[in-house]
């Protein structure tokens, strides 16, 4: 009976709306869990049974997420909190902890462990805090199968896992991490698309500019893990402790695009990798491959100001690339050298205006609130975003991402930090962004929504967006502009005035 046993359950967690308020609902992109298939790949490979529970994409609650968990009766449960891009991990773990003690509850008995950016960037807090019984520091496969054959042969030798963080005598132990796997296209293939509900996923709104129903069907794959880059605020490497950059073979990627377009019939795609457009043979190869297939393809991915190359962007146009997002950061000089972006204005307006010219659309991300910010400088990124009048742009408050070197500096510098993982969320209530020497924490955060409104309530964006993709989606976009979040800092401001 006991080898019928369903080896492991990986569990996407929800915990949308306190993330992201009323905007989950539907303007956020609801995506496939990468790590939960490439940890369900590849403990499949070795020989274990695997199940994916996407409570996300479901919309399970807790309690409905526990029965579940329990009618399967897994031999580990593995939560996994990475995310869909590397600061998403934190603001997961809302979920995850509600998740984990739901189950825990439900199904005492069942082994649980979790792995995730945010776990590996704080692994004994994580098992102190957090209802499970293992954590990972690490990337987590090579771990959770480690674990797994402890468990089938009834071995707590928990000593001898690479990776797994546990307690002796309820102190916990943090074991030396398990090599990163260097072939992923054997490795971490991620084939587990059958695991899936496919028909739950959706693209982000802006993607879709010119027709919003194709947000459905949607798929996100990665090409490369890692980033090479040590921006001060970003916390990419957490898991791989290191900032290596590792690539998959333009082969496999074209034939996880073939499963994808001829199985579900995706067109609409994101690529995963924090950073895309990097090395331009690895880009070349992979454009290549989906030129020939000419499947019409809507694709986007990230990039740098500084790793674009106009000869690149009509091979990327063709291959159906339609948007890049572009980490400009800062309209200061000044503050993007502070976090390690030594570019300057006239050159992000260039490239900017070379891919637009190329057919391809922007999305600019902007942050405020970066350590050498003030109000002028501030003011400044907002002037830049308007000039540059990207087809989208994202607005993001300075945050101490756990795993990231602001986060180290705010922790040895005493810099007031979120009291919850979900005041790490850009859009949560609680959302509690860093202040700087000569603007608090609130006057940011301000600052970041009204930007907002005043990018998305421009005159001149929305005359450009109605000749770009139509009425309809100017229409969209004035109904997007209507929501605002509520903020509790703010709320706290204004009461103490």
């Not at 098992?127 to 089938?152: M, N, Y």
């Not at 695991?195 to 069907?217: E, T």
């Not at 100001?305 to 200061?332: H, N, Y």
């Not at 450009?464 to 004035?478: L, V």
Request: glycine letters at 8%; aromatic letters at 8%; proline letters at 6%.
């Amino acid at each position: 009976m006991d080898a019928d046993r369903l080896d492991l359950l990986l569990v996407n967690p929800g915990g949308r709306e306190a993330v992201y308020q009323q905007l989950g609902a539907d303007l956020a992109a609801v995506e496939p869990p990468l790590w939960c298939r490439l940890i369900g790949g590849y403990a499949r490979d070795r020989g274990y049974t695997v199940a994916i529970v996407d409570s996300q994409a479901e919309n399970l609650g807790p309690a409905a997420l526990a029965a579940r968990v329990r009618e399967m009766n897994p031999r580990l449960v593995g939560m996994v909190v990475f995310g869909h891009q590397p600061s998403a991990s934190t603001q997961q773990m809302v979920g995850a902890r509600e998740a984990g003690a739901a189950v825990r509850d439900e199904a005492p008995d069942l082994p649980i462990i979790i792995v995730g950016g945010h776990v590996s960037a704080l692994p004994e807090r994580t098992l102190s805090e957090e209802p499970v019984d293992f954590a990972c520091k690490g990337e987590g496969p090579a771990t959770i199968v480690q674990l797994l054959e402890r468990l089938r042969a009834g071995s707590e030798d928990w000593e001898s896992v690479e990776g797994l963080v546990w307690r002796r005598d309820g102190t916990p132990v943090v074991n030396p991490s398990a090599p990163l796997i260097a072939n992923l296209d054997r490795d971490l293939h991620g084939k587990a698309w059958d695991l899936l509900p496919m028909d739950r996923y959706r693209a982000h709104n802006w993607q879709c500019f010119g027709d919003l129903d194709a947000r459905v069907p949607y798929a996100s794959i990665y090409t490369s893990l890692g980033c090479p880059y040590k921006c001060s605020f970003c916390c990419i490497n957490a898991p791989f402790d290191v900032n290596r950059y590792r690539m998959r073979h333009p082969d496999a990627v074209a034939a996880e695009i073939d499963l994808l377009h001829d199985t579900y019939g995706v067109k609409t795609i994101k690529i995963i990798d924090e950073m895309f457009v990097l090395n331009e043979r690895h880009v070349t190869a992979v454009c290549d491959r989906l030129i020939e297939r000419d499947y019409g393809l809507n694709i986007w991915a990230y990039a740098r100001v500084d790793t674009v190359k106009p000869p690149m962007l009509e091979k990327l146009r063709r291959a159906g690339f339609r948007w890049l997002a572009l980490g400009i950061e800062s309209g200061s000089k000044h503050v993007r050298d502070g976090a390690e972006k030594a570019l300057r204005n006239d050159d992000i307006i260039g490239i900017v205006r070379q891919i637009q010219d190329a057919g391809i659309h922007v999305a600019g991300n902007f942050i405020f609130g970066l350590p050498d910010d003030d109000m002028e400088t501030m003011a400044e990124t907002l002037d830049l975003a308007l000039e540059l009048n990207c087809e989208y742009a994202n607005f993001y408050s300075a945050m101490a991402y756990p795993g990231s070197p602001l986060y180290e500096t705010a922790v040895t510098q005493g810099w007031p930090l979120p009291e919850s993982w979900s005041g790490f969320s850009q859009h949560s209530y609680d959302c509690k962004p860093l202040p700087t020497e000569s603007v608090s924490a609130a006057d940011v955060l301000r600052f970041r929504d009204a930007a907002f409104h005043a990018y998305f309530s421009n005159p001149r964006y929305l005359d450009s967006m109605t000749q770009r993709f139509g009425w309809d989606t100017r229409r969209h976009i004035e109904d997007m502009a209507r929501h605002r979040l509520r903020r509790q800092l703010l709320e706290d401001a204004e009461a103490a005035e």
